[in-house]
């Protein structure tokens, strides 16, 4: 399956502009997808923020109600005003339960290694997520 959407709008004195595609191929119990976006922001006619980003993630569907999954991200963001560029590498691991058909449990776990441009300095941050989701 191939999805491919552009948004643009206008938020205040902010034009945005989000290209988003997604493509993805299952087999079996086994989905693997690709997502990649480009994001801009302008005011005054002048690009000032620039993201770019991809992120290759596997999904298997382990029984009927339990799936695992793992996703690895790239994005980079480039400031024309402070003329920095940010770069973050993330990898995601995450769980599924379908308790009923109309509600999941699902936990994210996410390392994320921050790296701006010109510098050493390494930034890392670690999240936990549990989500209940009901479907109607």
């Known amino acids: 399956a191939v999805n491919v959407t552009d948004y643009i709008g206008t938020e205040g004195?902010?034009?945005t502009n989000l290209l988003d595609l997604v493509t993805a191929y299952t087999a079996g119990s086994l989905t693997v997808a690709l997502n990649g976006d480009?994001?801009?922001f302008k005011q005054s006619g002048v690009v000032d923020t620039?993201?770019?980003g991809v992120a290759l993630y596997g999904n298997?569907?382990?029984t009927p109600v339990y799936n695992?999954?793992?996703r690895a991200e790239f994005v980079q963001q480039k400031d024309n005003i402070s003329d920095s560029t940010l770069n973050r590498k993330e990898i995601t691991l995450s769980g599924g339960y379908a308790?009923?058909?109309n509600f999941?449990?699902?936990t994210d776990v996410r390392y994320a290694r921050i790296t701006p441009s010109g510098s050493s300095d390494v930034g890392?941050?670690?999240t936990a997520v549990l989500k209940a989701i009901y479907k109607f």
Do not use: C, D, S
Request: glycine share 4%.
């Open 104 to 106: 999941n449990l699902v």
């Open 124 to 126: 890392t941050q670690t």
């Open 99 to 101: 308790a009923t058909k």
């Open 50 to 52: 620039k993201t770019a």
């Open 68 to 70: 695992a999954g793992v």
């Open 13 to 15: 004195t902010v034009r």
């Open 38 to 40: 480009y994001n801009t």
């Open 60 to 62: 298997y569907q382990i």
